[in-house]
């Protein structure tokens, strides 16, 4: 009778392993779902941040236009820092060249200044070291952008006797 129990419990013993295989086999294959899950997600945002980027970046170099084509009394001059291009310092009375003061999309901190003449700047970047997804079909005012290893290299400027947001 001793032997049947511990036959019994042999058998039991290699289901139970059986068993215990499978449910790691199902640990490791919903954690290889779940890591690809959460690299297409964050790939994701990120491409949402640089379609931010992009937006916000374009909008400045715009108004930093528009700010520099105003003829003051100094000739020309470029703002001082981003709150300029939300009113005009340089006037009585309200004149907007952005709706608000952007914050870097891509690190939600203030932008690197691209400085200008008169102590001004004509530009921004980004503050992020990071490699874009984004390499390639840019606009025409941005095709350097293509060659781009960093953010910081996505320069949005509005360069003197020049259209565009080409970088140098």
Do not use: C
């Not at 709706?99 to 690197?112: C, F, I, S, V």
């Not at 060659?147 to 020049?162: E, G, L, M, T, V």
């Amino acid at each position: 009778m001793a032997r049947r129990i511990a036959a019994g419990n042999s058998h039991y013993s290699q289901q139970s392993g059986f068993a215990y295989v499978w449910a790691l086999m199902l640990v490791l294959i919903m954690g290889i779902y779940l890591a690809q899950v959460g690299e297409a997600w964050h790939n994701r945002i990120q491409r949402n941040k640089e379609a931010e980027l992009m937006r916000m970046g374009d909008e400045i170099r715009r108004a930093i236009k528009q700010y520099s084509e105003q003829q003051s009394a100094g000739g020309t001059q470029y703002p001082k820092r981003i709150e300029d291009l939300v009113q005009d310092p340089r006037v009585p009375f309200p004149r907007h060249y952005l709706r608000k003061a952007y914050k870097d999309p891509m690190t939600g901190e203030d932008w690197l200044y691209i400085g200008g003449p008169g102590g001004g700047f004509m530009g921004v970047q980004s503050k992020s070291n990071a490699k874009p997804l984004k390499t390639d079909n840019f606009p025409d005012e941005y095709a350097s952008f293509k060659d781009a290893k960093s953010y910081q290299d996505w320069r949005f400027a509005h360069w003197p006797n020049q259209g565009g947001g080409r970088t140098r």
